[in-house]
């Protein structure tokens, strides 16, 4: 479990948020929340709490709504919840699990206990996380993996469809990268898709966009609400990036390692097709940068 993991408690009751700060303060960093509308809004801050204790009787918008609002949305729906509360009834508590809250605490707090269930609560989380990123990341380079950017894809593109926006899609090739490989070695091989990775993922300004690694040489970004001029903006700055790196290869045309570019952009609300026609579309703008020469960008 990493150090100082961030609770965010939500009472309103200031007195019962001093008493469970002054019990975890030590251990943990602690966000507070006086109300339902003020919870949501710290709960989705980046980065999001790990842990949130939740009371369930406050003015307004209670705590099962808080919960039931909490599990809707992506980026609070996988930290656990605990309900801190007066209310001893079977019912309450069943209510409250069947909500998705992964703990249901009743006052008077017992604090050695408090402190197991939050450490249980969150080493548990801690390891469905790492499995979460194993599931979702490239174990060479780090970044998105093929499931993980399908995933993104499809979503991306409903909102798309959902608010007639733009979606752009960069395919990107490594040139010659099977002559890098035979010439210095796989192992060398690896170190270089590495390296490429770090320098797109360090070159993307935007949270929003998505790099991730499609398969053996290959990289796809994507990036939602953008033109196809925005997305040649940012082709061309990659493309750059990856030249002032200067991973030397001497059996390429350029003495160092290059990439091909295959850009397009679409507005899925008007599009009869799917995510993967995108993907495609792009995929045949890069085999034309490849037969134009590579290292360039084609859209």
Request: hydrophobic share 40%; glycine share 6%; with cysteine.
């Amino acid at each position: 479990m990493k150090a100082h993991s961030k609770l965010l408690i939500i009472d309103d009751e200031p007195i019962n948020i001093r008493m469970l700060d002054d019990m975890l303060r030590d251990k943990y960093e602690i966000i507070v929340a006086l109300n339902g509308k003020q919870a949501l809004r710290r709960a989705t801050t980046l980065p999001p709490p790990d842990l949130i204790l939740l009371d369930i009787q406050m003015e307004g918008m209670d705590g099962y709504e808080v919960c039931r609002q909490l599990m809707k949305n992506d980026i609070t729906r996988s930290i656990p919840v605990i309900f801190m509360t007066s209310l001893t009834d079977e019912e309450d508590e069943k209510k409250g699990l069947e909500l998705g809250a992964v703990d249901y605490i009743t006052k008077p707090y017992r604090p050695s206990i408090i402190q197991v269930r939050l450490r249980n609560h969150l080493e548990l989380k801690h390891q469905r996380d790492m499995l979460d990123r194993l599931c979702s990341h490239d174990t060479l380079t780090g970044i998105a993996n093929r499931r993980s950017l399908e995933n993104f894809l499809e979503q991306e593109w409903q909102k798309a469809v959902r608010y007639d926006d733009e979606l752009a899609i960069i395919f990107m090739d490594i040139d010659h990268f099977k002559k890098y490989n035979d010439n210095y070695g796989h192992l060398a091989g690896d170190a270089c898709l590495r390296d490429v990775a770090g320098v797109l993922k360090g070159a993307l300004n935007r949270s929003t966009d998505l790099l991730a690694r499609y398969g053996g040489e290959e990289f796809v970004c994507v990036l939602p609400k953008t033109s196809l001029a925005g997305a040649l903006i940012v082709a061309e700055s990659l493309r750059s990036a990856i030249l002032d790196q200067a991973i030397p290869h001497q059996y390429s045309n350029h003495s160092c390692v290059t990439l091909s570019f295959g850009v397009v952009s679409a507005r899925p609300a008007t599009q009869q097709g799917c995510p993967t026609d995108l993907l495609e579309a792009a995929d045949k703008k890069l085999f034309e940068a490849k037969n134009q020469g590579r290292n360039q960008v084609v859209s």
